[in-house]
């Protein structure tokens, strides 16, 4: 019978011990009456739990991205991709869906068919075969609110312009290209939500923010030009349509001082700058859309790459 016993040394200095710096892992391994000593540091057992971590990780993208990318043009080097296969959709907007052959720079692609489908719907949400528009089996929830772009179906381009977008639009949509080269197709999962930029303006002592358009119901939140997070006032309204109207006060503000307004939910941030010069509010605004998980799962995967590397230059 084999046992094992291990511990952890005392490191050379206390403060080193927190970054597993000049600390050891000795282990003592039993084998009948004969007994084997291994000395390694601790740095390096992290680094090598690190990369079988990395490893493993990067096993799991390879097969998530087999899966989701869908299957490319038979026998070519070409693909039906997509430049974002989770957009993000401002409801009552119109919205683009990206589709397309990854074909090389310049190449014109003959005898193309494109054809986008909705998981669960009955009928296509779109049809464009010889070219003209096929029409026939189009759900009527799509009727005169979609249109690809016959000049650039030579290029490969099969993107859809869904007007006017509603909730019920929401979910998992295939594009499928067909040309003389081949076919292929795409998944994309379309996210819908209601934003816009918040107007700001100064009254009677405050700084307030108005958003006329926002769902899910956002989060606010108010910071000085240093992080600090400050108190404010929000009242919420509700329209029929389910949509909020968000109006927000921060009382007792100072002139020529700089503040951050944050409006958020679970799909969509929007940040605003706001400074006041006398009676004046200068103020911008930018959107962050939130990431889906094939990204945030990429980032980590290069987070833990780089860590790796990291550890095999120490090591060596």
């Known amino acids: 019978m084999i046992f094992f016993h291990a511990w952890v040394l005392s490191c050379l200095h206390q403060e080193q011990c927190f970054y597993l710096v000049g600390c050891e892992v000795h282990l003592q391994v039993y084998v009948g009456r004969v007994s084997v000593s291994l000395h390694f540091p601790v740095f390096v057992l992290v680094c090598s739990m690190i990369i079988l971590i990395v490893l493993f990780s990067a096993l799991i993208i390879l097969i998530l991205s087999v ?49 986008w489908e909705k998981k669960g719907l009955t009928g296509l949400v779109y049809k464009y075969a010889d070219g003209a528009d096929d029409l026939t089996d189009q759900n009527p929830q799509f009727k005169a609110r979609t249109q690809v772009f016959p000049g650039s179906l030579v290029g490969g381009n099969g993107s859809l312009l869904l007007r006017a977008v509603r909730s019920s639009d929401e979910g998992e949509y295939t594009c499928s290209i067909s040309s003389s080269e081949g076919k292929g197709t795409v998944n994309i999962q379309l996210r819908t939500a209601a934003f816009s930029a918040p ?44 949509i909020f109207t968000v109006v927000s006060r921060l009382q007792s503000v100072n002139m020529s001082d700089t503040y951050t307004y944050r409006i958020e939910n679970n799909l969509v941030t929007a940040l605003s700058r706001a400074t006041i010069t006398g009676s004046e509010v200068s103020a911008n605004t930018y959107f962050i859309y939130a990431a889906n998980a094939a990204s945030s799962l990429l980032s980590l995967t290069y987070l833990g790459i780089m860590t790796s590397v990291l550890c095999i230059y120490y090591l060596t």
């Open 199 to 242: 107007t700001l303006k100064f009254s009677s002592g405050a700084l307030v923010a108005e958003a006329r358009s926002w769902f899910p119901k956002p989060n606010i939140t108010w910071s000085d030009y240093d992080g600090h997070v400050l108190q404010g006032s929000t009242n919420f309204t509700q329209n029929s349509a389910g």
């Open 67 to 115: 899966s989701l990318t869908g299957s490319g043009f038979g026998g070519s080097t070409s693909s039906v991709v997509s430049s974002n296969k989770n957009p993000i959709a401002n409801l009552g907007e119109d919205q683009l869906l990206s589709c397309y052959v990854n074909a090389g720079q310049n190449s014109i692609i003959n005898q193309v068919s494109v054809t």
